[in-house]
């Protein structure tokens, strides 16, 4: 079992509303990325934060935004709320070295589960 | 920007029988495929990656070939177990972002 985890684990909103997902990352580790998973498809790429910069992003409208903390978690917003945004939000937590990095494993949190009515 | 192709959608094989997975990429400077492994309801699993400069990786039944020439890599099990069965997805990535494009995923059904 990984240590990041992901609150809350479901949520309901109507269109036009606004929501926050946090998301704690693995001890240890310094970056963040969040992915939307419509269901029966793969995780789309929304945006990553290391250091506390964004450092990335996805095909995701500015109404998808984020924050990460000096602790490392991270909160990803979603402003006007569409339908379409029902999906699971997954936030995955590595580690990076710095400027000369090698890839590392992207651990993944249980997800939220979001359904916009 | 970069694309990932999945193949098949659903695979249904006999228990003990091998599966064969395969992903193909469109940008030639992704360096980094690694293969999740996602149960119902479940987050996904790193089950095995592979990096540009290995062309193939072994980890018990699992093993992942790269063909840098052509842009596939392909996941492969053998003797497949009831436990296999779930939802794998292969991915892609490249340089300094770690962003991760997924491929559509495959259903592998193990049969009894």
């Known amino acids: 079992e990984t240590g990041v985890t992901q609150s809350p684990t479901h949520l309901i909103k109507t269109r036009g509303q606004q929501v926050t997902l946090r998301c704690s990352s693995q001890?240890?580790?310094?970056?963040v990325s969040w992915y939307q998973q419509a269901l029966g498809q793969g995780p789309q790429f929304i945006f990553q934060y290391y250091r506390e910069e964004e450092n990335g992003r996805g095909n995701f409208p500015p109404r998808f935004s984020g924050l990460q903390f000096p602790n490392y978690s991270s909160e990803l917003n979603v402003n006007a709320l569409e339908l379409d945004d029902s999906a699971l939000y997954l936030c995955?937590?590595?580690?990076?070295?710095?400027?000369?990095?090698?890839?590392?494993?992207?651990?993944f949190g249980p997800g939220t589960r979001l359904t916009v009515l | 920007g970069e694309n990932v192709e999945q193949h098949p959608s659903t695979l249904s094989v006999q228990e003990g029988d091998s599966a064969v997975i395969k992903c193909t990429y469109s940008?030639?400077?992704?360096?980094?495929f690694p293969w999740y492994k996602q149960e119902l309801g479940k987050r996904p699993q790193l089950i095995i990656d592979i990096r540009s400069n290995v062309g193939e990786k072994k980890d018990q039944r699992i093993a992942v070939t790269l063909n840098k020439t052509a842009k596939h890599f392909s996941l492969h099990i053998t003797e497949t177990q009831p436990e296999d069965s779930a939802v794998y997805f292969c991915a892609a990535s490249k340089g300094s972002n770690y962003q991760l494009i997924w491929g559509a995923g495959t259903k592998l059904i193990i049969k009894p």
């Open positions: 940008d030639s400077a992704s360096n980094y």
């Open positions: 001890s240890g580790h310094n970056t």
């Open positions: 995955a937590s590595s580690f990076r070295g710095g400027p000369s990095y090698s890839y590392n494993e992207q651990f």
